[in-house]
């Protein structure tokens, strides 16, 4: 069974930085791309970040101006996002997201989510 | 950037049928997905590329697309088809993934 746990969610000041990890099990994380999504409190999803199977293809939503890194580490099995520059505005739940195989701009498979709020 | 449009929600009662649309410039010449999320969970893939179902999911799902308009269509719909339904494709000219803004389903 596929499954995606997101963890490192929580309040933060607005200006500081946070890091979200994804542990994946029940498939092979290094064939698989990856991405981020998030969805702010009653609002709609937004794409943030996509990563290749191998780490070497990384796409950003315009609207993050270079403020979010995404990494892997396929040893690990492990999904990062690094948030610098927090926002209000950045305050949703973050969701790990799994490419669907040969159809990789598909995403077929989700985590719970970790919630990020970000507030003085 | 590419934007895609739906309707806010739709109402329908039990056992009809359930047209949701999402609207985009030439949106028949992508490919487009369907995830329905329901209160309190994480969303879920229901058609994939116009009209594939993702194992598990109900023949009752069904996708088209065509010209400017993909369209999600649930048949005897039941109540626990409630939930918000989102329409998604991926941006080539931008290399970006982008969302509708939601369509919420109302069961009667």
């Known amino acids: 069974e596929v499954q995606l746990v997101e963890s490192g969610g929580g309040l933060v000041q607005p200006g500081g930085s946070l890091r979200l990890s994804c542990t994946a099990s029940?498939?092979?994380?290094?064939?698989?791309?990856m991405n981020w999504v998030r969805q702010a409190p009653g609002k709609g999803l937004e794409w943030v970040s996509h990563i290749s199977n191998s780490g070497s293809t990384l796409y950003y939503a315009d609207s993050l101006k270079g403020r979010f890194t995404i990494s892997r580490d396929n040893a690990k099995n492990s999904l990062y996002l690094q948030m610098n520059s927090l926002r209000a505005e950045d305050t949703a739940v973050y969701y790990c997201?799994?490419?669907?195989?040969?159809?990789?701009?598909?995403?077929?498979?989700w985590g719970q989510g970790t919630l990020v709020t970000v507030s003085s | 950037s590419y934007v895609l449009a739906q309707a806010p929600s739709v109402s329908v009662a039990p056992g009809q049928t359930a047209r949701m649309t999402c609207g985009g410039d030439?949106?028949?010449?992508?490919?487009v997905h369907w995830y329905q999320q329901k209160p309190g969970q994480a969303p879920v893939l229901v058609v994939y590329?116009?009209?594939d179902r993702p194992s598990g999911i109900p023949e009752r799902f069904s996708g088209s697309n065509s010209g400017n308009t993909a369209t999600l269509t649930i048949n005897r719909v039941e109540a626990g088809d409630e939930a918000d339904y989102y329409c998604q494709v991926w941006d080539s000219s931008s290399d970006h993934w982008v969302f509708g803004g939601g369509t919420k389903l109302t069961v009667l």
């Open positions: 997201v799994r490419g669907h195989g040969s159809s990789w701009y598909v995403f077929d498979h």
């Open positions: 590329d116009d009209s």
């Open positions: 030439n949106i028949g010449g992508k490919a």
């Open positions: 029940g498939f092979t994380f290094s064939s698989y791309e």
